[in-house]
């Protein structure tokens, strides 16, 4: 019995978290911007390395080699230019194409977004989106379009019949 009271005395002390004061919160602060201004010296100093390094292998380069590296930088500039283009290619025709379904512009654009990206739950839930927005369209569309009841017929009727006509006299 002594020994639970002790173990739970023990943790009870351990669960305890020490008071934060503004003095040890200004002094927290202090020391994570003591740590970033270290770390924005270092990456200046990896960033001043890498230039010099750049520096000193373009000057180590032949005329020859300097322009095979200006080729290769455009080629692939190219080759992203040429990527983005075939991308945008892709967009337009599947946007194209969920327009000719009836799609909005809005559900158009962002269901080919979806289908370039190939993110096939997005493109699921635009399509629902879609379907439920048309039946709801056809529904308020029916609604307009049905006639109104005929109101006031049960009164015109016994009017009308003769067996309903006796009784009412």
């Keep these: 019995m ?23 919160l200004s002094a927290d602060n202090a020391k994570l911007r003591a740590e970033m201004a270290k770390q924005k010296l270092a990456l200046d100093k990896a960033l001043h390395n890498n230039g010099e390094l750049t520096k000193q292998l373009r000057a180590k380069m032949t005329a020859q080699e ?15 230019h040429l990527a983005d283009l075939e991308t945008f290619k892709r967009k337009t025709e599947a946007k194209d194409r969920y327009l000719t379904m009836g799609m909005s512009k809005d559900f158009a654009l962002q269901a080919a977004e979806a289908e370039v990206a190939g993110d096939m739950d997005a493109l699921t839930a635009i399509y629902k989106k879609h379907s439920d927005a048309t039946i709801r369209a056809k529904q308020d569309e029916w609604l307009k379009t049905r006639p109104e009841p005929a109101a006031g017929r049960e009164e015109d009727a016994a009017k009308d019949d003769p067996f309903l006509a006796g009784f009412m006299k």
């Design 2 to 24: 002594a020994e639970e009271t002790q173990v739970v005395q023990e943790t009870q002390e351990q669960v305890t978290e020490p008071e934060v004061t503004m003095e040890s």
């Design 66 to 80: 300097q322009e095979e590296a200006a080729k290769r930088e455009e080629a692939d500039a190219l080759r992203a």
